[in-house]
Nanobody, 124 residues
Framework: QVQLVESGGGLVQPGGSLRLSCAAS????????IGWFRQAPGKEREGVAC????????NTQYGFAVEGRFTISRDKNMVYLQMNSLKPEDTGVYFC?????????????????WGQGTQVTVSS
């Protein structure tokens, strides 16, 4: 059974940092790209960042809104999203997802498995 479990969300002030974690089990992670997505109320789910496995040379891709502020990394069965210089518009539910294959991609329809999400709120 495939499981992706996110953690690390919370309330943070603008300009602050958070580190999200995703624990993956039940799949051979080396054949999957792992992505982080977010969804704000009333908005479409958008791709934030993704990272390939060693098969894909560990390549990364970032959404335009977060490039330079967020960093994605992976270590064995864990994937992390370091979020710095957070803004109120970063608020939303953050999801971890796994997509089969080595290529970077941020389209939500290209992912096969999803976690339940973790809430991130950026507010003073």
């Amino acid at each position: 059974q495939v499981q992706l479990v996110e953690s690390g969300g919370g309330l943070v002030q603008p300009g602050g940092s958070l580190r999200l974690s995703c624990a993956a089990s039940g799949l051979f992670l080396e054949t999957y790209v792992i992505g982080w997505f977010r969804q704000a109320p009333g908005k479409e789910r958008e791709g934030v960042a993704c990272v390939t496995s060693r098969v894909g040379d560990g390549n990364t891709q970032y959404g335009f809104a977060v490039e330079g502020r967020f960093t994605i990394s992976r270590d064995k069965n864990m994937v992390y999203l370091q979020m710095n210089s957070l803004k109120p518009e970063d608020t939303g539910v953050y999801f971890c997802a796994a997509g089969w294959g080595p290529a970077v991609r941020l389209g939500k329809d290209e992912y096969d498995y999803w976690g339940q999400g973790t809430q991130v709120t950026v507010s003073s």
